[in-house]
């Protein structure tokens, strides 16, 4: 899976490799127990700082999304469970989401069409 990294975005490079890479794993291009790039060949390929890759797969790890291991590398987690933190975390997002659909008119009906047409593509 070769990321696309926007470098005049607003959106920090590791957060774009984070995103990117959670999408890849909604979608099954990235499948449980798949090797990823180390943090080297990671940075390499993309053309990043390592420190960079790092912090994205600090991140990614900490959320459950990815496994390290000195010896046989970063590979991509299992799919998870509902926790409490990620439920919080995703409730906090949607608000702000939703909220802002608001300011702009989107109806319920036009925001839950499009939730439905994008969960679509998660769907296994």
Do not use: W
Not at 21 to 50: C, F, H, W, Y
């Amino acid at each position: 899976m070769l990321l696309e990294i926007d470098t005049q975005s607003q959106m920090p490079i590791y957060q774009q490799i984070c995103n990117q890479l959670i999408l890849g794993i909604a979608t099954n291009k990235l499948r449980p127990g798949e090797i990823l790039p180390s943090v080297r060949q990671m940075a390499d390929e993309i053309g990043v700082n390592m420190m960079t890759v790092s912090k994205a797969y600090t991140l990614l790890k900490n959320d459950g999304y990815i496994l390290t291991d000195r010896r046989n590398g970063t590979k991509v987690a299992e799919k998870q469970t509902i926790d409490p933190p990620f439920q919080e975390r995703f409730s906090k997002a949607l608000e702000l989401l939703l909220a802002e659909a608001s300011i702009h008119k989107l109806s319920e009906s036009m925001v839950q069409e499009k939730v439905k047409q994008i969960y679509q593509k998660f769907e296994q």
